[in-house]
Structures are given as structure tokens and as C-alpha cells.
């Protein structure tokens, strides 16, 4: 499932050089419908050849966002560069960008080569060259033979790779793409997740994607955005993200997390430690900005970074542990996702990998088990 | 219960094409039967087709000279293609004024829609030979129009509106423009908003989005508005009576006048044939092109 999550050594990664020229300029951009605010003060900077998520539920703003690049919406407020140029007054016809609809949007009266074909006869190009850079696109996309087919005669799959072909054929600047991978059922979408990464790193055309599944942005994105309720919640890689999240909204919408309630009783150079104001336990971390004393917090720390193993005769919740008793047990193949009821009445979700193949576990329902993390897991979030 | 389902969609079936057959066919069967006599005088003025002879045998005597009439006299014949030619031209009229207006429609805000609908039907609360009376009272010599142009000094006498091939065509424009706005409407309203704009990121203006997508896809709503219009307009009988000129001479009236006055039936009833012909066979084309249509889909 990995294809671009974590960069290999050596990948460009021009977001941190500073001297590096951003390719799509967002600048406090802004837009309303009515009383709501769609698209909230976003500034944004996307860089040549990146293939860059914006996440976030309905709603979140991220198709406006998109929208807006592609023309079909204008800002209220702020500017939008493609490649240096301001296309505020472009319309979409003139803009260097196309985009892939979430419908895909094919012509239902023209076959596949037609639909392909359609952005380059609007170009005026020669015959001879719409033709071939069409037999060259729609081989990209392996649709060759299905060029006189039209829309209706096609699989969901083969309809989305008629429209990314469609959208690509015209070499953008920059490709928009509304949940390309949405209408398609879940083997095709792992399967299509990586023909995407693929066609983008042949081409070298810079995506924008919008998506609403985590899992689709953490496989496939260089950088991602969370979006909610039209401003950027975090921007970064999806290791940073995940890893390092900034708010507890990021937290719990990128993977699992579980957050606790605190405050702090000691800030050192690196890392603090957190006191529970739930129950009797402390919470030690050695990476995050420490957090002035006495500041409250949340405290974060995802199932697969703890371990669970059985609780020893009178052991008791302490630092980066706690103790409970086995409420649910459930087997995913590989691995396993126990919930551990706290004695308080919260509960805490810790996964374990599948490494033993065992059929039988040596921790069943209803056993008090203790619960234990390294510092490192644990990060501390502002409230 | 299973044998009960196909027996009542027999009857559902059964039902429209009695109904079909008694007050369709049947009244055809005769019309075509009198077409086929010879006119003769007497109550009813023809002569029936079954007939003894002095030596008793029963013959059936068809006469053809209605349709060998019909053939010969160019009389007839422009009369046809007169009112084809009325009737496509009214059609593509009505195609001209009502296609902007049911794109309008199907483009306005969903709560406005219902009220622009109306508004399209809302003639046909008032009597169809009242609306065309109207138009009398709006293009004769000291009508309405012409009383405004005589009043803002554009025109220093009365133009010559009324019994004209424009007041022809203006009254038939009027009275079957929304049988060319609703199909059309029915078909634009459901044009996905998503392919213009998947028009508009490829490259086209919008002129050229309307003619690459929306003009194809509302073919089906062209074709049925232009024969919801054309078959009526062919026989109108009405409108070019009170509004043509005496030249109009159209198939409708050339029927009227044979009938009523020449008390010719066999000519009339020919008449009505060959007209019935010229409509169905357009008829079984449209339905021919729709079936594919709607088989490709």
C-alpha cells in the first residue's frame, strides 16, 4: 500500500528549500456563499511536479478550493498564481489547468477517442497530432481498442481512465482532481491509487487532488492539507502530519488517536510532562515544543505506538501506562485492536501486530492488562 | 396469482388500443371507404361499393378517380406542399423563439422553474379560436399595432398586417410555441451542469460548449418539439382561415371547401387520407430514430 507516503532518501522536496519557486500560488484566498464562509483566509504554496492532497470531510471547503483554481468559482478575497500568472480574471477556457470531475463529466455522445480528443481540437491542432496525441494518451491510461466505445459501453474504471485521460491529454499546468478515485470500488481504487502516483510521476504534471479518505491522501500525497470548516488545519507530508500533528482535530482525523486530558507539570528543553486530570496517570513526552506549566492539554497517542500486555498482581497506572480490563478484542488479519476499559469508564484502543500467527491470544476478554508507550508516542496538543 | 399479473397487463395493455381502433381505425376504415366510392347526389352523397347488377351478381365497384383527381390537379398537390411548407416553417420558428426560452427555464433557480412553466401554459386557459380572434383585433387596419406605430409617427397609414402569410405565421407560432418549449425544457433541465463545465476546462468558449454539448444532447428535445408543432400545424384549419390571406390556400381549408361545399366526400375523404399518410409516416421515423436512441443509452 505504500507508494509515495514516506519519501525515499534523496526525493526533492522543494517545500523545504526557501529559494525554491512555489508553482501555484494561494494568497488569503477567501470565499462565501451567503452568510457561510466556504473558503476561510487560505494561503497555500504547491510546488512543481508535487502531487499535493487536500483532505477534510464535506463541507471542509476543499472542492471550492479546487473549484476556484480551476475557474469555475471566484475568490472574494485573495489572489491565485499558476506559474507566476495571476488567473483571477482567467476564465476557465483560458487556464492553464485541467481538471478530472467527480462524475467525470465524459460527453455522452461522443466515443472515448472523441471525449480525449476534444480539449485538442478546441486547441485547433492539426489533424494528424490530435490523433496521435491521442493514441499516445489513451495508451498511457491502457484504453487502446476501446476508442470507439462510447461512455456507456464502459466499466466504472475504464470511464475514469477516459476522464484522466482527458483531462491530461492537453499537458496542464496543473491537473485538478475531485475524488478521482471515489465512484470505484475498493480492489480497483488500491489498484488505480497506484497507476495515479505512476502517470503523475511520468508526466511530471503537477496534481492537486481532493479527497475525503486519509488513507487515499497518506498513500499517494507528497504534501497534504487538512481542510475544516474552510481553513487549513495542518499542512505537510503525510509522515509529518500523522506523526507530528498540531491540533487535536488533525490527530483524530488522520488515523486513530487516543487523546487524554492534562496539565502540564514540568517543561524541559524538549518534552514535558503531563498530569491527567481524568485519572491517576502521567504522561511523559521527549519530542514536542514544551508547554508553559500549568497549561492544559490534550495528549495523544495512536494504538499501533502502545503495547498491551498482561498486568502484574497490583501493578497501577503510572508514567506512559495505564491499566484496565479487556473489553473488546478485534481480529483484522494483521493485526489486532484490543479496547481496554479504564477504570474511570474511558476506554483506550491499542492495536498489536499480527506477528506470531497465533489462533489463540494469551490475553482474552475481561483480563486487566496494562497498557505502555514510549515517550516518544506521546504528543502533547494545545487545547 | 401468477396467472393473474399477465391478464391484467393484457388489459392495461388493451385498453389504448381499443380505444385506438374504435375512435381511430374504424373512422379511418370509413373514410377511406368513402374516399374509394363515387360522389353521387342524394343522402349521404356517394355511392356505396357494394352493388347488385341487373343480373343480380355483387360486385364491388372501387372508384380511384378521387386519387386520380388528387394526382392530376396541381391544385391539390400545392395545397400539400404549401402547408409543409407552413408547417416547417413554423416549426423552425417555434424552434428559434422557444429554444432560448426553455434554456432559460432549465437554467433558472429550481423554485423559479415551476412559475416560468406556468407561465408557458398559461395560455391555454383561454380558448384556442378566442386567442386567435385576438390577434384579429391586434393586426387589423385600425388594431392595436397599428394604431401605436400611426401614434409614434413610424408608419403614416395602416401596414397591411392582418390576412397576410405573416399573420399566418404569427398565429401559428403563438398558439403551438409551448409544444415546443416543454419537451425542449423537459430535455435541457436534465443536461449535467458538470459537462459544460468539463467543456469550459478543455478549452471551449462558451458558444462553442453550447454547440459541442448542449445542442447534441437536446437533439431528442428538438426533434420531438419540431413534431409536436409540425403535424398539427399541417392540417390547421383555424388559424389560417382568420389570419391568412386568401391565398393561404392550405390543405385544411382545400378539405373544409370540399366538403362543405362542394359536397365532393369522395375528394375529401381522399384528401384526409393522403394527409393521414404524409403525418404517419413522419410520425413512425421520429419513433424509429427515438428506439435507437433510446437503445444506445
Same mark, same amino acid.
Given at each position: 500500500m505504500q507508494t509515495a507516503n514516506v519519501a525515499p532518501p534523496g526525493a526533492p522536496e522543494p517545500w523545504r528549500d526557501p529559494e525554491a519557486e512555489p508553482y501555484v500560488r494561494i494568497i488569503g484566498v477567501t470565499k462565501r456563499y451567503g452568510a457561510t464562509v466556504a473558503v476561510d483566509d487560505v494561503s497555500l504554496d504547491i510546488y512543481r511536479g508535487e502531487l499535493f492532497c487536500l483532505l477534510g470531510g464535506s463541507g471542509s471547503g476543499k472542492t471550492t478550493l479546487l473549484r476556484m483554481l480551476a475557474g469555475f468559482e471566484r475568490p472574494d478575497q485573495g489572489r491565485i498564481l499558476i506559474d507566476g500568472q495571476d488567473v483571477a480574471a482567467v476564465p476557465p477556457y483560458a487556464r492553464p489547468v485541467n481538471m478530472m470531475f467527480q462524475s467525470y463529466a465524459l460527453f455522452p455522445h461522443m466515443t472515448v477517442a472523441q471525449n480525449v480528443a476534444f480539449g485538442l481540437r478546441m486547441e485547433g491542432l492539426p489533424r494528424a497530432e490530435i490523433a496521435a496525441r491521442v493514441g499516445a494518451m489513451l495508451d498511457l491510461v491502457r484504453l487502446t481498442g476501446l476508442e470507439r466505445r462510447r461512455p456507456h459501453e464502459l466499466s466504472g474504471g475504464q470511464r475514469q481512465r477516459v476522464a484522466l485521460a482527458r483531462s491530461l491529454v492537453k499537458r496542464p499546468k496543473l491537473l485538478l482532481l475531485d475524488e478521482p478515485l471515489g465512484a470505484l470500488d475498493k480492489s480497483l481504487r488500491e489498484q488505480t491509487q497506484f497507476e495515479l502516483v505512476n502517470i503523475q510521476e511520468r508526466t511530471g504534471i503537477t496534481f492537486i487532488m481532493v479527497t475525503h479518505d486519509q488513507e487515499e491522501a497518506m498513500t499517494m500525497a507528497t504534501r497534504l492539507a487538512v481542510m475544516h470548516h474552510g481553513y487549513l488545519a495542518q499542512v505537510g507530508t503525510p509522515a509529518e502530519v500523522y506523526e507530528y500533528p498540531q491540533t487535536r482535530l488533525v490527530a483524530e482525523f488522520l488515523g486513530t488517536a487516543n487523546v487524554f486530558e492534562g496539565i502540564v507539570t514540568k517543561a524541559g528543553a524538549t518534552g514535558a510532562l503531563v498530569e491527567s486530570t481524568e485519572f491517576d496517570a502521567v504522561f511523559e513526552s521527549d519530542t514536542d515544543p514544551p508547554k508553559p506549566v500549568g497549561a492544559r492539554v490534550f495528549v495523544a497517542v495512536r494504538p499501533e505506538k502502545m503495547r498491551v500486555r498482561k498486568a502484574a498482581e497490583g501493578e497501577r497506572a503510572g508514567t506512559n501506562r495505564l491499566v484496565g480490563a479487556v473489553r473488546d478484542i478485534a481480529y483484522y488479519g494483521d493485526f489486532f485492536m484490543f479496547v481496554v476499559d479504564l477504570p474511570d469508564g474511558r476506554s483506550v484502543r491499542v492495536s498489536q501486530p499480527n506477528l506470531a500467527r497465533v489462533t489463540e491470544l494469551p490475553i482474552t476478554w475481561g483480563d486487566r492488562v496494562a497498557v505502555d508507550w514510549p515517550p516518544l508516542a506521546t504528543v502533547v496538543l494545545p487545547e | 396469482m401468477?396467472?393473474? @399479473? !399477465?391478464?391484467?397487463?393484457?388489459? /392495461? %395493455?388493451? %385498453?389504448?388500443? *381499443?380505444w385506438l381502433g374504435l375512435f381511430f381505425l374504424f373512422p379511418f376504415l370509413i373514410v377511406a371507404r368513402i374516399a374509394l366510392s363515387e360522389a353521387?347526389?342524394? $343522402?349521404? !352523397?356517394?355511392?356505396? #361499393? #357494394?352493388?347488385? =347488377?341487373?343480373? +343480380?351478381?355483387?360486385? $364491388?365497384?372501387?372508384n380511384l378517380g378521387a386519387f386520380a383527381l388528387l394526382v392530376e390537379d396541381s391544385f391539390y398537390l400545392d395545397a400539400y406542399l404549401r402547408s409543409l411548407r407552413v408547417a416547417s416553417l413554423s416549426a423552425l420558428l417555434c424552434l428559434l423563439a422557444g429554444y432560448p426560452m426553455a434554456y432559460a427555464i432549465a437554467r433558472a433557480p429550481e423554485r423559479r422553474r415551476n412559475l416560468l412553466l #406556468?407561465?408557458?401554459?398559461?395560455?391555454?386557459?383561454?380558448?384556442?379560436?378566442?386567442?386567435? &380572434? *385576438?390577434?384579429i383585433g391586434l393586426l387589423a387596419d385600425n388594431g392595436v399595432v397599428n394604431n401605436i406605430l400611426l401614434g409614434l409617427g413610424l408608419v403614416t397609414e395602416p401596414l397591411r398586417l392582418l390576412y397576410t402569410e405573416t399573420a399566418l405565421y404569427l398565429g401559428i407560432v403563438y398558439c403551438y410555441l409551448p409544444f415546443m418549449v416543454l419537451p425542449l425544457y423537459a430535455n435541457l433541465v436534465k443536461l449535467d451542469p458538470a459537462l459544460l463545465e468539463a467543456a469550459s476546462d478543455l478549452g471551449a468558449r462558451p458558444w462553442r460548449a453550447f454547440l459541442a454539448v448542449t445542442l447534441p444532447l437536446s437533439l431528442p428535445g428538438i426533434l420531438a418539439g419540431f413534431m409536436l408543432v409540425f403535424i398539427p400545424a399541417v392540417g390547421e384549419f383555424v388559424i389560417p382561415e382568420l @389570419? +391568412?390571406? !386568401? =391565398?393561404?390556400? @392550405? $390543405?385544411?381549408? /382545400?378539405?373544409?371547401?370540399?366538403?362543405?361545399?362542394?359536397? =365532393?366526400? !369522395? &375528394?375529401?375523404?381522399?384528401?384526409?387520407? /393522403?394527409?393521414? @399518410?404524409?403525418l404517419v409516416l413522419p410520425i413512425a421515423w421520429f419513433q424509429h430514430l427515438q428506439g435507437r436512441a433510446g437503445g444506445g443509452r
Open positions: - | 401468477s396467472w393473474r @399479473l !399477465p391478464a391484467g397487463r393484457t388489459l /392495461v %395493455l388493451a %385498453l389504448p388500443f *381499443a353521387a347526389l342524394g $343522402i349521404p !352523397p356517394y355511392a356505396p #361499393l #357494394l352493388r347488385r =347488377d341487373e343480373q +343480380g351478381t355483387l360486385a $364491388i365497384v372501387l #406556468l407561465l408557458v401554459v398559461l395560455p391555454f386557459w383561454t380558448s384556442f379560436l378566442l386567442r386567435v &380572434m *385576438a390577434w @389570419l +391568412g390571406g !386568401p =391565398d393561404a390556400q @392550405l $390543405i385544411g381549408r /382545400v378539405l373544409w371547401t370540399e366538403f362543405f361545399q362542394n359536397r =365532393d366526400w !369522395p &375528394m375529401a375523404s381522399a384528401l384526409a387520407v /393522403v394527409l393521414l @399518410l404524409l
